[in-house]
């Protein structure tokens, strides 16, 4: 681009002006259709969806189950993290959504997605918005080991 100011051609080329869609932290099921509905925009040429699983291992010991847990302000949080992510990248939605409570093994302990009018866009403007979430957003992972043993992860 050089010099030149970025120019846009089309309107859905912008971020749109409310992209924030759907934050939430709970107690019950997460929805990979939900959030993926919650960010269809007709101007996105590229939406990127993460998924975390609950898996049956950690740093080469077994799982049996882990439990998340969330400060008061985890939502405010999670606003926040969003937020920047819509004003960093031309954003037309964004969703996120985080489980507290015990969870089992398979079980989705988060999702997200940003559509975008360009796919590198999205899936950059993803990538931020899972990382910064588990770094930023105060939930934090208690895992119960095969060998009963366990561990506070985040906290």
């Keep these: ?22 934050l939430a932290v709970r107690d ?9 509905t919650a960010v269809g925009d007709h101007a996105a040429g590229g939406t990127a969806l993460f998924v975390g699983t609950v898996r049956d291992h950690d740093g080469g010991a077994g799982v ?5 847990s969330a400060h008061p302000t985890a939502e405010a949080e999670l606003r ?8 960093d990248f031309p954003v037309r939605a964004l969703a996120a959504v985080h489980r507290v409570g015990d969870l089992e093994i398979g079980d989705l302990a988060v999702v997200v997605a940003v559509s975008c009018p360009h796919r590198a866009e999205a899936f950059e403007a993803c990538r ?19 060998d009963g043993t366990e561990e506070w992860v985040g906290a």
């Design 64 to 68: 049996s189950g882990l439990g998340y």
């Design 80 to 87: 926040r993290v969003a937020e920047k992510v819509a004003a």
């Design 28 to 36: 019950t099921p997460l929805s990979v259709d939900e959030v993926f």
């Design 1 to 22: 681009m050089g010099d030149m100011a970025r120019t846009y051609d089309h309107p859905g080329e912008l971020a749109a002006t409310d992209p924030v869609r759907l």
């Design 128 to 146: 931020r918005l899972i990382d910064d979430l588990k770094r930023e957003v105060p939930i934090w992972k208690h895992q119960v080991f095969s």
